[in-house]
């Protein structure tokens, strides 16, 4: 098989058995730039590329959806000039996808507290979430996790649900896990049968915590912005051959 000995090209692999969702911790652009003893904006700049490479080539294999992390809620305790580098790429790519997405019929959706950002991406939000809407639903989505942290969004949903059983709308007992799963960022999509992580840490880094329950964890070495279509197939090929459980038996110990 080629995915096993890797002479198939990539791009040429079989295509079932593909994840609904996948998702991605966009790690070690930092490391990318400093082994090319570039600034770590440069890092930022190539990993931001790679979004746009490994989105559409997820989007061209027919996965549904991309939710890729891109600044956690922990991410503000960095220099304020590389957190400042990463929301001008991010404007940047913003005003592109503006002009574009509707052609590539690429849909956008943002988790995360957005409120605290700028007047101008927030703006663009607004813009991107707009011809998002107008996009059919049967649109491959990407998802950008932006001053995103999974413990602030289960808080937060926590707070939505106490805030309507003190109206008196809701009642705690009757709360299911799938009700709970409504008032998260991610609210209405698919969990993400792959979770994968560049450049080498074992670690989540409070990213997806409610939603990658059962995600297969895929870690590579490989950093970031090197993380290629070649890259992808290989973590796919390994996805498919995954014994998936969910705390059940698989089908040889069944029998
Ligand atoms: C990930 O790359 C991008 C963000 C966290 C915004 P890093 O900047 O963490 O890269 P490394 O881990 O230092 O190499
Ligand atoms: C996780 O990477 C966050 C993003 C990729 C946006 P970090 O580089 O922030 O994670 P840690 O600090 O290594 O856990
Ligand atoms: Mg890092």
């Known amino acids: 098989m080629g995915w096993l000995t890797g002479e198939k090209q990539a791009g040429q692999m079989d295509k079932t058995g593909l994840p609904r969702h996948v998702a991605v911790i966009m790690d070690g652009n930092g490391r990318w730039a400093q082994r090319r003893a570039l ?30 992390y891109a600044f956690s809620t922990e991410n503000w305790k960095r220099p304020s000039e590389e ?17 574009t997405m509707a052609r590539d ?11 605290v950002l700028g007047g101008e991406l927030r703006e663009l939000i607004v813009r ?3 011809i998002s809407a107008k996009l059919g639903a049967d649109c491959f989505q990407a ?11 289960i808080v937060r949903a926590a707070r939505a649900f106490a805030a309507q059983c003190a109206a008196g709308e809701k009642q705690p007992q009757e709360l299911t896990e799938a009700d709970f799963a409504r008032y998260l960022y991610s609210a209405g999509l698919p969990d993400p049968e792959l979770l994968i992580r560049p450049g080498g840490e074992l670690r989540i880094s409070n990213f997806l915590l409610w939603q990658c329950a059962y995600s297969e964890i895929y870690v590579t070495d490989t950093l970031w912005p090197d993380f290629d279509e070649a890259a992808m197939d ?5 996805y498919r051959a ?4 969910f705390g059940g038996l698989s089908k040889k110990q069944e029998r």
């Open 39 to 68: 600034p770590r904006s440069a890092g930022h700049r190539a990993g931001a590329e790679n979004f746009r490479r490994i989105a559409t080539y997820c989007k061209d294999l027919g996965i549904e959806y991309l939710t890729v």
């Open 128 to 130: 991107t979430d707009e």
């Open 105 to 115: 019929r690429i849909r956008l959706r943002f988790l995360g507290d957005t409120s």
């Open 83 to 99: 957190v400042g580098g990463i929301m001008s790429l991010l404007r940047k790519y913003l005003i592109e996808s503006v002009e």
């Open 143 to 153: 998802n950008i996790c932006l001053n995103y942290g999974g413990r602030d969004e």
């Open 242 to 245: 995954r014994d998936r459980r």
């Open 234 to 238: 290989q973590a796919l090929s390994w």
